[in-house]
Nanobody, 125 residues
Framework: QVQLVESGGGLVQAGGSLRLSCAAS????????MGWFRQAPGKEREFVAA????????YYGISVKGRFTISRDNAKNTVYLQMNSLKPEDTAVYYC??????????????????WGQGTQVTVSS
């Protein structure tokens, strides 16, 4: 099982940027599709973005498309989420996730079999 540790969260003003990182250890990083999800208080976990094993494909949730960019560095066993033009509604705990499943859709939390502990992102207005 792969272990995941997120970092990079914090407090930022609306319109600002943050970059989240997720370091993976324990198993072959390139065996996993990597994703980011977020969860705000009282809301369901929401798909943010995913990146394929070779970085050839990326997927984004509707609410972040055009503002967020997911990337991975397989040499460093790390996945990133660059968040630009942040809005107060982006405030949530952000989770890194990994799946070794072959799927037609990576926006479903249930297909991911490893999760990080989460990092808080707060966007002030």
């Amino acid at each position: 099982q792969v272990q995941l540790v997120e970092s990079g969260g914090g407090l930022v003003q609306a319109g600002g940027s943050l970059r989240l990182s997720c370091a993976a250890s324990g198993r072959t990083f390139t065996a996993y599709v990597m994703g980011w999800f977020r969860q705000a208080p009282g809301k369901e976990r929401e798909f943010v973005a995913a990146v394929s094993r070779s970085s050839s494909s990326t997927y984004y949730g509707i609410s972040v498309k055009g503002r967020f960019t997911i990337s991975r560095d397989n040499a460093k066993n790390t996945v990133y989420l660059q968040m630009n033009s942040l809005k107060p509604e982006d405030t949530a705990v952000y989770y890194c996730a990994a799946t070794n499943a072959i799927s037609t859709g990576y926006g479903v939390p249930s297909i991911y079999n490893a999760w990080g502990q989460g990092t808080q992102v707060t966007v002030s207005s």
